[in-house]
Protein backbone atom coordinates (compact mmCIF):
# COMPACT_ATOMS: atom_id res chain seq x y z
CA UNK A 1 0.00 0.00 0.00
CA UNK A 2 1.14 3.25 -1.13
CA UNK A 3 2.17 5.86 1.78
CA UNK A 4 1.32 9.26 -0.09
CA UNK A 5 2.81 11.24 2.72
CA UNK A 6 5.96 9.48 3.21
CA UNK A 7 6.11 9.84 -1.07
CA UNK A 8 5.46 13.21 -0.20
CA UNK A 9 8.77 13.90 2.02
CA UNK A 10 11.12 12.23 -0.18
CA UNK A 11 9.97 14.07 -3.40
CA UNK A 12 10.88 17.15 -1.08
CA UNK A 13 14.16 16.12 0.06
CA UNK A 14 14.99 14.21 -3.92
CA UNK A 15 13.63 17.42 -5.96
CA UNK A 16 12.75 20.06 -4.29
CA UNK A 17 15.33 20.74 -1.49
CA UNK A 18 18.08 20.32 -4.03
CA UNK A 19 17.31 23.86 -5.66
CA UNK A 20 17.18 25.68 -1.88
CA UNK A 21 19.94 24.15 -0.15
CA UNK A 22 22.26 26.71 -0.49
CA UNK A 23 20.06 29.61 0.61
CA UNK A 24 18.65 27.14 3.63
CA UNK A 25 22.30 26.62 4.63
CA UNK A 26 22.58 30.73 4.74
CA UNK A 27 19.29 30.79 6.76
CA UNK A 28 20.96 28.09 9.65
CA UNK A 29 24.61 29.69 9.33
CA UNK A 30 22.67 33.05 9.62
CA UNK A 31 19.33 32.67 11.42
CA UNK A 32 16.55 33.69 10.25
CA UNK A 33 15.80 37.02 9.65
CA UNK A 34 12.05 37.62 8.27
CA UNK A 35 10.58 40.81 8.27
CA UNK A 36 6.76 39.90 8.14
CA UNK A 37 4.99 38.29 10.71
CA UNK A 38 1.49 36.94 8.76
CA UNK A 39 -1.36 36.06 10.92
CA UNK A 40 -3.41 34.18 9.08
CA UNK A 41 -6.39 31.77 9.39
CA UNK A 42 -5.70 28.02 9.02
CA UNK A 43 -8.31 27.50 5.89
CA UNK A 44 -6.27 25.37 4.06
CA UNK A 45 -7.34 27.17 1.08
CA UNK A 46 -5.10 30.50 2.06
CA UNK A 47 -1.69 29.46 1.22
CA UNK A 48 0.50 32.66 2.00
CA UNK A 49 3.56 31.70 0.19
CA UNK A 50 1.43 31.68 -3.23
CA UNK A 51 -0.14 35.29 -2.18
CA UNK A 52 2.99 36.96 -1.26
CA UNK A 53 5.02 35.48 -3.51
CA UNK A 54 7.49 34.34 -0.17
CA UNK A 55 10.26 32.31 -0.44
CA UNK A 56 11.80 30.36 2.65
CA UNK A 57 12.89 32.60 5.27
CA UNK A 58 10.72 35.89 4.39
CA UNK A 59 7.25 35.45 6.52
CA UNK A 60 6.67 34.62 10.13
CA UNK A 61 3.90 32.65 10.35
CA UNK A 62 1.37 31.88 13.03
CA UNK A 63 -2.07 31.01 11.54
CA UNK A 64 -5.19 29.50 13.97
CA UNK A 65 -8.71 29.09 13.14
CA UNK A 66 -10.43 32.66 12.36
CA UNK A 67 -6.94 34.55 12.13
CA UNK A 68 -7.81 35.65 15.45
CA UNK A 69 -5.64 37.85 18.01
CA UNK A 70 -6.20 37.03 21.64
CA UNK A 71 -6.29 39.66 23.77
CA UNK A 72 -3.30 40.69 25.54
CA UNK A 73 -3.45 41.31 29.17
CA UNK A 74 -5.66 39.25 31.81
CA UNK A 75 -4.61 35.92 30.61
CA UNK A 76 -1.00 34.70 30.36
CA UNK A 77 -0.53 30.85 29.30
CA UNK A 78 -0.58 28.72 26.96
CA UNK A 79 -1.75 31.07 23.98
CA UNK A 80 0.65 30.19 20.94
CA UNK A 81 -0.92 33.50 18.95
CA UNK A 82 0.53 35.74 21.41
CA UNK A 83 3.46 33.95 22.08
CA UNK A 84 4.16 34.25 18.54
CA UNK A 85 3.41 38.18 18.50
CA UNK A 86 5.62 38.70 21.36
CA UNK A 87 8.78 36.56 19.49
CA UNK A 88 8.34 38.45 16.07
CA UNK A 89 8.42 41.89 17.60
CA UNK A 90 10.37 41.69 20.39
CA UNK A 91 12.98 39.33 18.56
CA UNK A 92 12.85 38.75 15.49
CA UNK A 93 12.01 42.81 15.30
CA UNK A 94 9.71 42.20 11.92
CA UNK A 95 8.43 45.39 10.64
CA UNK A 96 5.06 44.55 9.45
CA UNK A 97 2.46 42.52 10.82
CA UNK A 98 -0.10 40.83 8.05
CA UNK A 99 -3.53 39.70 9.96
CA UNK A 100 -5.22 37.94 6.83
CA UNK A 101 -8.70 36.35 6.69
CA UNK A 102 -10.18 35.25 3.66
CA UNK A 103 -13.80 34.63 1.81
CA UNK A 104 -16.02 31.69 2.92
CA UNK A 105 -14.21 31.27 6.27
CA UNK A 106 -15.60 28.58 8.16
CA UNK A 107 -14.62 30.38 11.45
CA UNK A 108 -16.52 33.45 10.63
CA UNK A 109 -19.79 31.12 9.41
CA UNK A 110 -19.41 29.29 12.91
CA UNK A 111 -20.40 32.85 14.52
CA UNK A 112 -23.68 32.24 13.14
CA UNK A 113 -24.31 28.58 14.27
CA UNK A 114 -24.35 26.24 17.32
CA UNK A 115 -20.57 24.62 17.79
CA UNK A 116 -20.61 20.87 18.62
CA UNK A 117 -20.97 20.67 22.32
CA UNK A 118 -17.55 19.05 22.66
CA UNK A 119 -15.61 21.92 21.09
CA UNK A 120 -15.18 24.05 23.94
CA UNK A 121 -12.04 25.56 23.10
CA UNK A 122 -13.14 26.23 19.86
CA UNK A 123 -16.77 28.01 21.12
CA UNK A 124 -13.96 30.03 24.08
CA UNK A 125 -11.87 30.78 20.65
CA UNK A 126 -14.28 32.12 18.77
CA UNK A 127 -15.63 34.58 21.37
CA UNK A 128 -12.19 37.16 20.29
CA UNK A 129 -14.68 37.31 17.08
CA UNK A 130 -18.29 38.09 18.00
CA UNK A 131 -17.74 41.50 18.19
CA UNK A 132 -17.20 41.33 14.33
CA UNK A 133 -20.93 38.64 13.85
CA UNK A 134 -23.94 41.43 12.62
CA UNK A 135 -27.41 40.75 13.96
CA UNK A 136 -29.08 39.41 10.62
CA UNK A 137 -28.96 36.35 9.21
CA UNK A 138 -26.28 34.91 7.24
CA UNK A 139 -26.23 35.48 3.90
CA UNK A 140 -23.07 35.50 1.58
CA UNK A 141 -22.80 39.31 2.11
CA UNK A 142 -23.18 39.02 5.92
CA UNK A 143 -20.56 36.52 5.61
CA UNK A 144 -18.06 39.04 3.97
CA UNK A 145 -18.62 41.79 5.96
CA UNK A 146 -18.12 39.78 9.05
CA UNK A 147 -14.81 38.42 7.84
CA UNK A 148 -13.57 41.59 7.12
CA UNK A 149 -14.44 43.32 10.41
CA UNK A 150 -12.81 40.25 12.10
CA UNK A 151 -9.96 41.57 10.32
CA UNK A 152 -10.13 45.18 11.51
CA UNK A 153 -11.08 43.86 14.69
CA UNK A 154 -8.10 41.66 15.41
CA UNK A 155 -5.90 44.65 14.08
CA UNK A 156 -7.11 46.90 16.52
CA UNK A 157 -6.69 43.75 19.32
CA UNK A 158 -3.17 43.88 18.40
CA UNK A 159 -2.67 47.73 19.26
CA UNK A 160 -3.59 46.32 22.84
CA UNK A 161 0.15 44.70 22.83
CA UNK A 162 2.41 47.25 24.27
CA UNK A 163 5.07 46.34 22.04
CA UNK A 164 3.26 46.39 19.00
CA UNK A 165 1.29 49.51 19.76
CA UNK A 166 4.95 51.63 20.49
CA UNK A 167 5.78 50.39 17.37
CA UNK A 168 3.20 51.21 15.28
CA UNK A 169 3.31 54.73 16.83
CA UNK A 170 7.06 55.18 16.49
CA UNK A 171 6.48 53.85 12.55
CA UNK A 172 8.79 50.96 13.15
CA UNK A 173 6.13 48.14 12.55
CA UNK A 174 3.25 48.71 9.93
CA UNK A 175 -0.03 46.59 10.34
CA UNK A 176 -1.97 45.70 7.10
CA UNK A 177 -5.16 44.15 6.77
CA UNK A 178 -6.01 41.55 4.49
CA UNK A 179 -9.26 39.53 2.81
CA UNK A 180 -8.65 36.93 0.80
CA UNK A 181 -11.03 35.94 -1.86
CA UNK A 182 -10.68 32.72 -2.67
CA UNK A 183 -12.60 32.09 -5.80
CA UNK A 184 -10.89 35.92 -7.26
CA UNK A 185 -7.50 35.06 -6.55
CA UNK A 186 -7.36 38.34 -4.98
CA UNK A 187 -6.67 40.19 -1.20
CA UNK A 188 -8.30 42.99 -0.90
CA UNK A 189 -6.17 45.12 1.74
CA UNK A 190 -7.68 47.77 4.68
CA UNK A 191 -8.09 50.93 3.97
CA UNK A 192 -8.03 53.03 7.04
CA UNK A 193 -9.10 56.75 4.66
CA UNK A 194 -11.94 54.95 2.92
CA UNK A 195 -12.56 52.62 5.97
CA UNK A 196 -13.17 50.10 3.03
CA UNK A 197 -11.37 47.04 1.82
CA UNK A 198 -10.19 47.33 -1.65
CA UNK A 199 -9.02 44.98 -4.06
CA UNK A 200 -5.24 44.99 -4.36
CA UNK A 201 -5.46 45.63 -8.28
CA UNK A 202 -7.42 49.02 -7.56
CA UNK A 203 -5.23 49.88 -3.91
CA UNK A 204 -2.52 52.55 -3.63
CA UNK A 205 -0.94 50.45 -0.77
CA UNK A 206 -0.55 47.30 0.78
CA UNK A 207 -2.94 47.92 3.67
CA UNK A 208 -3.62 49.30 6.65
CA UNK A 209 -4.38 49.28 10.01
CA UNK A 210 -7.19 51.03 11.67
CA UNK A 211 -5.27 53.98 12.39
CA UNK A 212 -5.00 57.47 10.16
CA UNK A 213 -1.70 59.17 10.24
CA UNK A 214 -1.94 62.79 10.64
CA UNK A 215 0.15 64.37 7.59
CA UNK A 216 0.10 67.67 7.90
CA UNK A 217 -0.31 68.81 11.92
CA UNK A 218 2.82 66.99 13.41
CA UNK A 219 0.17 66.00 16.15
CA UNK A 220 -0.38 62.31 17.24
CA UNK A 221 0.22 60.00 14.18
CA UNK A 222 -2.61 57.78 14.30
CA UNK A 223 -6.24 58.02 15.46
CA UNK A 224 -7.82 55.69 16.84
CA UNK A 225 -11.08 54.79 14.16
CA UNK A 226 -13.99 54.29 17.21
CA UNK A 227 -17.24 54.00 14.90
CA UNK A 228 -16.43 54.21 11.22
CA UNK A 229 -15.78 50.47 11.12
CA UNK A 230 -17.53 49.15 13.72
CA UNK A 231 -21.06 49.62 12.87
CA UNK A 232 -23.15 47.19 10.68
CA UNK A 233 -22.88 49.47 7.56
CA UNK A 234 -19.23 49.29 7.67
CA UNK A 235 -16.85 48.17 6.57
CA UNK A 236 -17.86 47.80 3.12
CA UNK A 237 -16.04 45.95 0.12
CA UNK A 238 -15.24 48.95 -2.35
CA UNK A 239 -16.11 46.79 -4.91
CA UNK A 240 -19.19 46.21 -4.21
ZN1 LIG B 1 -11.00 30.82 7.88
Not at 16 to 43: I, R, W
Not at 112 to 119: I, K, L, S
Not at 157 to 169: A, G, K, S
Not at 183 to 191: A, M
Request: hydrophobic share 40%; net charge negative; glycine share 8%.
Amino acid sequence: MTDELLTRLRCFHDDYFPQYAGQFKNMVDEGQHPTTLFVGCSDSRLVPYLLTGAGPGELFIVRNVGALIPPYSGIYGWHGTAAAIEYAVLTLKISRIVVCGHSHCGAMKALYEETPPEAKNLAAWLDLAREAALPVQLTPEALRRTEQRAVVLQLERLMDYPMVRERVETRQISLHGWHYVIEDGEVHVFDVKSGAFVPASLAEHSGTGPYREVEDDGGAIFNEVDSAWGQSDAPADAAS
